[in-house]
């Protein structure tokens, strides 16, 4: 049986990476950070309890900033692969926090290589470094292949391209088996709140419950090519077992605005919005409501007499939302990891919204469920 060791395996594609190596057939260990609250939600479908025999999923606390801890783990487990998915890996927080970003996203990638090395694993453990199309930034070539050149625009970017290329030098200088997904965004409904897609779909069906009244974005034209992380997991475990180690481009090769991730998505909700004004004075108006399309997703319990109305502002721009350096477009050209790896996406960009967008609103209509009823729910709009 083959061992995966996962860093980040409590995030978005940390969880749907242990789903799909535990059907392989691997036992996955998975590396969770210590926190005051169990942070454990997106695998908790696959947690065994520690006293079960041949456990699938043992999870080891540890810390990418920590290489003592690295080391000690990839000694215990002495993994087949890992999976490098750890990392502070919100591109805005990265501008208020940048040494910690550095620590744990360039400095992280070097401490798990050394670990590799020390440990002699060089000839036995393949290594998946989780990199990014956020190292195009201002970019140079549309669209962006494995060959396009860098130029990051945030400390994440700057941290994410050191680690890219400690990835490449370890494979040269060691021959170690290491290799870089440039993943262009993927999202789905595990994605965390503050990322913009996951942001929009579970406020509008908050604003449809009547349980907010609008959303605040920052820069609308921003483009990206969004794919679904479960097709992307796949290609993670894809490239680690190739021949020869290469780097891939993971895109969908379609691109879509903010903005247009906005309308399609309210759409789902049966709402139609005509966009106001420009730049800071931008705002998303309700020009039509069809009441039987939401009617038509499964709410539950919960009453449908909050609903916004036509004329309703629910979208506006706030500035604080603007980075202080911007990656404007971004659209990746997928052609070498189908030409290689015979690799497409399947789930495509429109099911994927309509994907987040029912299961926020089966979250949202719990919630107020529990507020008509009398419980009070936590809500971070108050
Ligand atoms: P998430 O933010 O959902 O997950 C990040 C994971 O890293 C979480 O498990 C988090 O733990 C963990 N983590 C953060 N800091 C540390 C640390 N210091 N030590 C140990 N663990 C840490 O990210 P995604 O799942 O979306 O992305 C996975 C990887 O892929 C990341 O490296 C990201 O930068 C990269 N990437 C993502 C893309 C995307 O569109 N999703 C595109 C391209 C690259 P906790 O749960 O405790 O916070
Ligand atoms: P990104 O994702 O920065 O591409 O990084 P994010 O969803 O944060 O932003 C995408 C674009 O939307 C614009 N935007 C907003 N973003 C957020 N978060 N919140 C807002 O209110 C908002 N309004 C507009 C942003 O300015 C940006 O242009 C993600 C992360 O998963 C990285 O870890 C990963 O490497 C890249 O994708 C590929």
């Known amino acids: 049986m083959k061992k995966a ?12 990476l242990a789903e799909f190596l535990i059907k392989k057939g691997y036992e996955v260990h998975g590396v969770k950070r210590r926190a005051s609250l169990f942070n454990t939600d997106r695998i908790d479908h696959l947690y065994e309890d520690p006293h079960v025999d041949n456990r699938k999923l043992v999870l080891h606390y540890g810390d990418l900033t920590d290489s003592t801890n690295l080391i ?3 000694q215990e487990v002495q993994p087949d692969e890992i999976y490098n998915l750890a990392a502070q890996s919100h591109v805005q927080v990265s501008f208020d926090s940048p040494e910690y970003t550095a620590n744990t996203d360039a400095l992280g990638t070097l401490r798990i290589l050394e670990a590799i090395r020390i440990l002699g694993l060089d000839k036995k453990t393949r290594f998946y470094q989780a990199s990014t199309s956020e190292l195009y930034g201002l970019v140079q070539e549309i669209p962006q292949t494995e060959k396009t050149p860098f130029y990051p625009r945030s400390p994440y970017a700057c941290a994410k391209l050191y680690a890219y290329w400690i990835t490449v030098n370890y494979r040269e200088a060691y021959g170690i088996y290491g290799c870089n997904g440039i993943l262009f965004n ?35 034209n921003a483009k990206r090519d969004w794919g679904h992380a479960k097709d992307y997991v796949e290609m993670q475990w894809l490239m680690l077992q190739q021949e020869t180690p290469r780097d891939f481009v993971i895109a969908t090769g379609r691109q879509f605005s903010v903005r247009e991730f906005v309308s399609i998505a309210a759409s789902e909700l049966g709402i139609q919005l005509e966009w106001r004004g420009e730049g800071v004075d931008e705002k998303a108006v309700i020009s039509a409501m069809d009441e039987t399309v939401l009617r038509s997703h499964h709410v539950g319990k919960c009453r449908l007499d909050k609903l916004p109305r036509v004329g309703d502002v629910i979208v506006e721009v706030d500035p604080r939302y603007f980075r202080p350096t911007e990656v404007e477009t971004l659209l990746g050209d997928p052609a070498q990891a189908k030409r290689e790896l015979g690799w497409e996406p399947k789930i495509s960009f429109e099911d994927m919204v309509k994907e987040m967008v029912v299961e926020d609103l089966s979250l949202a209509a719990k919630d107020k ?4 009823n009398g419980f009070k729910v936590y809500d971070y709009n108050e």
């Open 369 to 372: 469920v529990c507020r008509d």
């Open 186 to 220: 993927h999202e789905s409904p595990m994605r965390g709140e503050t990322f913009v897609t996951r942001k929009i779909t579970r406020a509008l069906a908050r604003i449809v419950l009547g349980l907010q009244d609008k959303v605040f974005l920052g820069n609308m």
């Open 72 to 74: 000690r783990i990839i």
């Open 5 to 16: 060791l996962i860093t980040g395996v409590t995030g978005q594609d940390g969880a749907y």
